[in-house]
């Protein structure tokens, strides 16, 4: 299994800056890709960015130009720089890795890190 610890939550000013972290430890050579989400309260999780084995990059139209996810070579580590943060930036957020184990789907969680961004 993979077991992911976030870091780098905060509160910031609008156009602010902040970098998320997230550390996987495990069975790391089974994740195929990584990535951020987001859950604002009374809202559903929703998708921020992903990143793939082959460095291939998705995002929320929301995040596009702001928002840049990154991975270390060894793979173990995400980031997710966050440029010119706006209020409804300001969420919970979930860092997640999916892989495959004995040739079944798996996805992990990461315990959450609050970004709160004011006006």
């Known amino acids: 299994q993979v077991q992911l610890v976030e870091s780098g939550g905060g509160l910031v000013q609008a156009g602010g800056s902040l970098r998320l972290s997230c550390a996987a430890s495990?069975?790391?050579?089974?994740?195929?890709?990584m990535g951020w989400y987001r859950q604002a309260p009374g809202k559903q999780r929703e998708l921020v960015a992903t990143v793939t084995n082959s460095a291939g990059t998705n995002y929320a139209d929301s995040v596009k130009g702001r928002f840049t996810i990154s991975r270390t070579n060894a793979r173990n580590t995400v980031y997710l720089q966050m440029n010119s943060l706006k209020p409804e930036d300001t969420a919970v957020y979930y860092c997640?890795?999916?892989?495959?184990?004995?040739?079944?789907?798996?996805?992990?969680w990461g315990q959450g890190t609050q970004v709160t961004v004011s006006s």
């Open positions: 495990g069975t790391i050579f089974t994740i195929n890709a």
């Open positions: 997640n890795a999916e892989g495959v184990v004995n040739f079944r789907k798996y996805v992990s």
